[in-house]
């Protein structure tokens, strides 16, 4: 049972470049999330998934598009990479308790470094 | 729009018992979830209050009153390992029950 993982670990890019930031989880969680976390920040919400097949944006969207490919796996799109897209990008994946917490399970997060 | 203030660092020592609050503005309000992050490391889920009142879980307790829009972390016998930063999250609605918002965190520094 890997959890949450995610890939790259680490990513140099150069201004105007696109990637794709891969996820996936093996908890048969419903939610997904991608969170961009800065100095000084916290985790910033970019977009979030409640289901297989829905998508919604979060706090700071532009820039950024996502798909659920399934149930398992949550991408993350950059289409053409800015400086100010640096950032440690989490995913993370949520389930319900019967308390009603919306304990949600990070990966390991990766580090982007727009150039 | 969704706010939350955290003290930025706290300072403890080892053995000693740290608060760290939480206050926050929402629209709309289902539950104050408590996260501790290591540097370098991703965020772990340590505790969660959806009504008033305390949560104890080992060394950890998590307070929330409502009506105050205030929580707090409370830390006892606090070990070298608890350094880290401590984030509040509030879960609130509005593009379903999913949202979620984050404080900026507390660095916690535990000192011998």
């Known amino acids: 049972n890997a959890g949450v993982t995610q890939t790259p670990k680490f990513q140099v890019l150069k201004t105007g470049q696109s990637m794709t930031l891969q996820c996936a989880q093996d908890?048969?969680?419903?939610?997904m999330y991608w969170y961009r976390q800065d100095p000084g920040m916290g985790l910033r919400l970019i977009y979030y998934?409640?289901?297989?097949?829905?998508?919604d944006k979060g706090e700071v969207p532009n820039g950024y598009n996502v798909s659920r490919l399934n149930k398992r796996e949550f991408s993350l799109r950059l289409e053409s990479a800015a400086p100010s897209q640096t950032s440690v990008y989490f995913c993370a994946s949520s389930r319900r308790t019967s308390g009603g917490a919306d304990t949600q399970y990070f990966g390991p997060g990766t580090r982007l470094t727009v150039l | 729009g969704q706010s939350l203030e955290q003290p930025s660092e706290v300072t403890a020592v080892e053995g000693a018992i740290v608060q760290i609050n939480c206050t926050y503005q929402t629209s709309g309000f289902y539950g104050l979830s408590w996260y501790q992050q290591h540097d370098g490391g991703a965020p772990t889920f340590l505790s969660y209050?959806?009504?008033?009142g305390l949560e104890e879980t080992g060394r950890f307790s998590s307070f929330l009153s409502r009506s105050d829009s205030y929580g707090y972390l409370l830390l006892q016998e606090l070990q070298m390992k608890d350094s880290a930063s401590y984030f509040c999250?509030?879960?609130?609605?509005?593009?379903?029950?999913?949202?979620?918002?984050f404080g900026t965190g507390t660095k916690l520094q535990v000192i011998p």
């Open positions: 998934s409640a289901s297989e097949g829905t998508t």
């Open positions: 908890m048969n969680h419903n939610s």
């Open positions: 209050n959806a009504l008033d």
């Open positions: 999250a509030v879960r609130s609605p509005g593009g379903g029950y999913q949202k979620v918002t």
